[in-house]
Every structure is written in C-alpha cells, then in structure tokens.
C-alpha cells in the first residue's frame, strides 16, 4: 500500500495499490512483464501526467496506461481522432505504470516505506473545482477548422479504402479461385438499380396499408366468430340449392312412357 495525498492540506492520506504486474506464458499484452507496475484504487483526479511525475523518482517512466477495471491485457486500437469515440470515466481507475528498467517496480514498490507523497505541488498543480470547469469547458469548444481537417483527412482515407476494394473486386471478377469457383458481383450489363426515394416511399405505403387492413379485419372475437358462422351458414344453403338442383336435374331425365 502507498500512501499520497492530493496537496500539503489535506489531512487523510489515500492509499494506492501496487504491485508488479503478470500475465501468463504466451499471453499477448502491450505491458512488459517485470517493467509494469499494476496500480489499484486511482482517484478520479489522478491523471497519468500526475502518476508519472510521482514514480518518476523510481526511473524514467516510459508509459501510463489508465482504464475503469483490470483486462487481459489485449493490444488496444490507438485512438487517433480528437474529437470521436471519446468515452469519459469516472470513479476509481486502475493504472498500468511501464518503466524502462525492472529496477523501476522494485523502487516503486519501496515506496511504502516512505511518507505520503503528494500528487499536487506548486510546480505541478492538478487543477480542481472552478479552474477544472473552466478548462473542461475550454477543453469541449469545437475548432471547426481543425475538425473540418480531421473529417477530410478521414474522408480521403475512406475514398481511397473503397478504391482499393473496388479495383481489386474488378481484379478478381471472372477469376476462379482455388477450388474452380468464380465470385459473381452485381456489377455487369444489368446492374442492380438503387431504389429512389419515391418508390421507398410507395413501399413503404402498401406496407401500411397491408398491415392496416390486416390489423382491422376481425379486430374482436365476437366479430370473427359471426364471420366463421356467417361462412358455415352460406356453405350449408349452398350444399341445400346444390340438393335441389341435382333433385329436379333427377326427375327431368325420369322415363315417362305416359
């Protein structure tokens, strides 16, 4: 356990969790085994500039990495985009400390033996109540200029991703593979058309005319019993004309000498 404090004011110390960080024999993971500090119970005003600046006395910090729970440890896709797919955590977090040299967790692990250590001192303070507003809301402005870069360089980047694609679909396109199949594509003399939005529209239509028809018709029970009576009684006069009819058909055809 070692023990920091956020600031020379603060009286009750906040424990960390540390320990040197596992993982098993031929576990894929972007933390080094014996390099990384697993740290446990961070503050949510604990950023990874403040927790490489409080082990940075143990040795050159090359990395921090801050998530809400412990994971496997899994490559994680680097998050290029400023502006998206931006998840804010709160609460308590958990830290992956990566030195340089093993010496550094063994140094780091020392440290309980040592007084609390502060996270915020006068050269480097971590900013709290109205100032973190205030640059948490600076922080939300949107430069449009630099989004609008953002969004193109994007958009360039699919461009050129669905050229690709398409140029190596028109490669392939009557080639058989290795087991004598040939990939067929919509792309030939009859193309499939998209739908325009006025057909969308009429589908769309028909569809609820359907479903309204279908809702209403028999929408009470006793209605779709009168229906079913209904149908057995036009059945039974039918069969009783149909009777008669092969009765009289009967007597016409009688052999009458007198």
């Known amino acids: 356990a070692l023990t920091v404090k956020f600031g020379e004011r603060q009286r009750s110390p ?5 320990k040197e960080h596992q993982v098993r024999e031929g576990a894929g993971t972007t933390h080094p085994p014996r390099r990384t500090l697993f740290v446990l119970n961070v503050p949510p005003y604990c950023s990874p500039d403040s927790l490489s600046r409080l082990f940075a006395r ?26 998206f797919n931006h998840k804010p955590v709160t609460g308590f977090q958990v830290a992956y400390v990566v030195f340089r040299k093993p010496a550094g967790v063994q140094a780091a692990k020392a440290l309980s ?10 050269t480097h303070p971590v900013k709290t109540g109205i100032s973190k ?9 949107v430069d449009q200029e630099e989004l609008k870069a953002e969004v193109d360089a994007y958009m360039q980047d699919y ?28 792309k030939g003399r009859k193309p499939g058309l998209p739908r325009t939005e006025a057909a969308n529209l009429r589908v769309l239509e028909r569809e609820k005319q359907k479903r309204a ?10 209605q779709h019993r009168e229906t079913k009576r209904e149908h057995i009684a036009q059945l039974r006069k039918k069969f009783e004309e149909d009777k008669q009819r092969i009765a009289l058909m009967r007597a016409q055809r009688k052999f009458r000498p007198y």
């Open 213 to 222: 028809r279908k809702e209403l018709l028999n929408f009470y029970a006793w």
């Open 113 to 122: 033996r040592e007084g609390p250590l502060l996270i915020s001192t006068e």
């Open 133 to 141: 507003w205030i640059a948490s809301y600076a922080a939300s402005v």
């Open 14 to 18: 906040h424990c960390l969790l540390v």
């Open 159 to 186: 461009d050129k991703k669905v050229a690709e694609e398409e140029a190596k679909a028109a490669k392939e396109e009557g080639v058989p593979d290795e087991e004598g199949w040939v990939k067929v594509t919509r």
């Open 58 to 83: 143990c040795g050159h910090v090359q990395s921090v990495d801050m998530c809400e729970k412990p994971g496997p440890g899994e490559k994680k896709e680097k998050v290029t985009s400023k502006f």
